[in-house]
């Protein structure tokens, strides 16, 4: 790293300390557990969502903390590996069903109707996430490396408006149907109601992300020297 740098000129820290494979490991479960919610179409009034809209922020703005820190290459490995193990949980959940029940197992149906949508889910939510992501990441990336440390701010949110809109427009059209939407009226219900609350989660906890980013930073000793 080179200190001489000037302190608006971006910077990105090495992926070889702790950290990064955590923020990956979170990044991950994140995801595999909001699949899961996922498979659950719920209402509030006349509010469309799925039981996983809770949790696939904490995503987003896990993946902003990445991208910023460590930069488009590091980001785009932890989409992959948070990619791959998705697909991972999902093969295990056709295996767990398709295994014989022992003669006193009398959750065989409740187990198929939890876990049997999901790989659908996984797919709607991996092809979202896949594109959603890389496109919020590589445009955070890009725009720091034109403003540097500064206007972080601004930074989170363009590139969430842009990557929760592609996110959430792949992930309901696949998914939609595998809740039971079936009208468009309550699909637009269900994509714009899922974009204005992820953007919003995220604008919302922009200052926590702000500040987490800054700890990890600090944490980080490319940043800190």
């Not at 896990?62 to 999902?90: H, M, N, P, Q, W």
């Amino acid at each position: 790293m080179n200190n001489t740098a000037p302190a608006s000129a971006a910077r990105f820290a090495p992926t070889s300390t702790g950290l990064y494979a955590i923020f990956t490991a979170i990044m991950a479960v994140v995801l595999i557990l909001s699949n899961l919610g996922a498979s659950k179409g719920i209402m509030f009034g006349p509010i469309v969502m799925d039981g996983g809209f809770f949790l696939f922020p904490l995503a987003y703005i896990v993946g902003d903390v990445v991208s910023e820190v460590y930069g488009f290459k590091a980001s785009r490995r932890a989409i992959v590996t948070t990619f791959a193990l998705s697909v991972f949980a999902a093969v295990c959940f056709w295996i767990i069903i398709a295994l014989p029940g022992a003669e006193w197992y009398d959750g065989q149906d409740a187990l198929v109707r939890t876990l049997a949508p999901v790989p659908l889910i996984v797919l709607a939510s991996l092809l979202g996430f896949l594109i959603g992501q890389l496109a919020n990441a590589w445009l955070m990336v890009r725009m720091k490396r034109r403003s540097g440390e500064k206007l972080l701010f601004g930074r989170l949110a363009v590139s969430t408006l842009v990557g929760e809109f592609l996110d959430t427009l792949i992930f309901c059209s696949i998914a939609a149907g595998v809740i039971g939407i079936t009208d468009l009226p309550t699909f637009l219900n269900y994509v714009l109601v899922g974009f204005l609350f992820k953007s919003l989660v995220e604008i919302v906890f922009a200052p926590v992300t702000m500040w987490v980013i800054g700890r990890v930073k600090r944490a980080e000793p490319a940043y800190a020297a």
